[in-house]
């Protein structure tokens, strides 16, 4: 299941659930009734218990830093020996990557 | 030059140019901007190359702050840190009103590493530094889990940085390859960022030392990298562990981590009862455990040839029914350690009571926990008797109240 880490549903939790996921640094908008990631510091943590909630394997969008368009790591040829699943929310998408494409934004 | 290494040739100067770890950029620029933060310092904390020490720079450059750095190559006593670091956050320096620099800012890198006689009392002279700053302190470490960390922990805003994705260290190699010049195969770009484990640094290290002016980098040129092994964390560590499928796996696996041998002990021993739901494949696997934990007995502090089999056993453990893995949560730290931490205070009270004691009727500190006290608890319950003793023992209001509410030992 992909999330979109600016705002997301979740089904109702408990009481109890809901004071964990906020501790683990989630932020819930009463007007938009939409969860968003606030801090990164448990992230690991975080997955699991929202996989736990949702009972489904979770991951969270990624923001391609030269083309500007979200897309998930499902989509990534390096998905499986990439260090870090959930952090940052920002890459470079598989389409921005290719060898002959030219950079068009300097990133260093 | 030619000879210049390119990590420090290509290293950003400017925040946005430091490739990754957005959020993490973003927490720590809104801190520095903040004149009013909750939080007087900040620790930086994740694995080796990633932008941490970076980003300081980075930060210095474009907010204008002039840097006093204090490393792991000097000395940091108590001492040493109130020399440099006291003057550089307590006074305004004169240039500040003449030249562009809006004044100081203390980064002291790899705080993790203060250690041993040398550094004495360095955490404490710190703790005491943020209290009365009236500078950023910005601190780095690539591991904050230590003990030693916890009292700094409590005063900073804690900022964790990831490795750094594969996709960024090629864009980033591409970069320097087109700048230096450097005809390449993307394929050999693609093997030096997935060998170097979201290593930047060692990433362009790896670059700098494969390529040759004039000759294109090739798959092949990069057969000579060696992997690289990683540090992994409790956290990691237990999941990885739980979710075993041999026990080859499972013993690489310990043999990569870095939490120590008795906590990893205890902090299995918490969370078999949540892996296994089966009795028979609980048993077999604290059975595993109990005997790796008899080896650690027998390691003491110089037989550490018996590690091996300490491993071994908890490989044995973590491969009992790898099939039944279903994902669980887990307890972290363990519950001894949380325990310990919660009591302290009671604990610190009891002894200073005992210290009391022990001192008034002349018999050691243990004899006064074991024998005298379950007794005292009920003398002190006598209210006509009590003020008597409570003088002769000069114990103070706060402790009779501790020891009349005292449950168990």
């Not at chain 2, 190559?73 to 500040?96: C, H, M, Q, Y």
């Not at chain 2, 864009?171 to 993307?186: G, N, P, R, W």
């Not at chain 2, 693609?190 to 170097?196: C, F, R, V």
Request: proline share 4%; with cysteine.
């Amino acid at each position: 299941m992909l999330l979109n880490k600016k705002g997301f549903k979740l089904p109702r939790v408990e009481k109890e659930k809901f004071i964990t996921l906020i501790r683990l640094g989630l932020e819930y908008d009463n007007q938009k009734m939409l969860f968003s990631v606030k801090n990164y510091n448990n992230i690991n943590q975080l997955r699991d218990t929202l996989q736990d909630i949702l009972k489904s394997e979770i991951s969270f969008t990624q923001t391609c830093n030269i083309c500007n368009i979200d897309f998930g790591c499902s989509t990534c040829k390096y998905a499986k020996a990439c260090p870090t699943k959930d952090l940052p929310f920002s890459c470079v998408c598989n389409q921005c990557l290719r060898p002959k494409k030219q950079i068009q934004q300097q990133l260093f | 030059m030619k000879n210049d290494l390119w990590v420090e040739k290509y290293r950003p100067t400017s925040i946005k140019d430091i490739i990754g770890n957005e959020e993490a950029k973003t927490v720590f620029t809104e801190w520095l901007e903040n004149k009013r933060p909750t939080k007087k310092a900040v620790l930086l904390y994740g694995p080796p190359g990633v932008g941490k020490t970076t980003l300081v720079n980075a930060a210095a450059n474009e907010y204008k702050f002039r840097i006093i750095e204090m490393n792991a190559s000097d000395t940091r006593s108590e001492k040493a840190v109130n020399r440099i670091a006291n003057p550089a956050t307590s006074f305004t320096g004169l240039d500040k009103f003449s030249s562009e620099i809006k004044g100081n800012m203390l980064f002291m890198d790899e705080v993790d590493g203060i250690a041993g006689n040398e550094d004495r009392g360095g955490v404490n002279a710190i703790i005491k530094i943020i209290e009365n700053t009236r500078t950023p302190i910005i601190m780095a470490a690539n591991d904050c889990e230590l003990e030693k960390l916890r009292p700094l922990k409590k005063l900073c805003l804690l900022i964790r940085f990831q490795q750094t994705r594969i996709p960024l260290i090629i864009m980033a190699l591409k970069k320097i390859c087109e700048q230096e010049h450097i005809t390449y195969e993307f394929a050999a770009l693609e093997k030096i960022a997935t060998n170097s484990q979201g290593d930047v640094r060692s990433a362009i290290n790896d670059l700098q030392g494969l390529s040759e002016e004039g000759k294109t980098l090739t798959e092949q040129d990069t057969l000579a990298l060696g992997s690289r092994s990683k540090d992994i964390s409790m956290y990691d560590t237990l999941k990885s562990y739980f979710a075993t499928k041999n026990i080859a796996e499972a013993v690489s696996l310990l043999n990569f981590s870095n939490v120590e041998y008795d906590d990893l002990l205890m902090a299995i021993g918490d969370n078999i009862p949540r892996r296994h739901s089966n009795p028979v494949d609980l048993a077999e696997a604290y059975n595993y455990l109990s005997q790796a934990d008899v080896f650690r007995g027998k390691i003491g502090t110089e037989n550490w040839h018996l590690l091996k089999y300490v491993y071994n056993n908890l490989a044995q453990a973590a491969a009992v029914n790898p099939e039944s893995y279903k994902p669980f949560e887990f307890i972290s730290p363990p519950i001894r350690v949380i325990t310990l931490f919660w009591t302290k205070s009671k604990r610190t009270m009891l002894n200073s009571i005992c210290t009391k004691i022990s001192a008034q009727c002349h018999i050691s500190k243990y004899e006064t926990k074991m024998i005298y006290i379950p007794y005292l608890r009920l003398m002190l319950q006598q209210k006509k008797k009590a003020n008597t003793l409570i003088k002769w023992l000069k114990l103070t209001s706060e402790e009779v109240t501790f020891l009349t509410s005292l449950k168990m030992f």
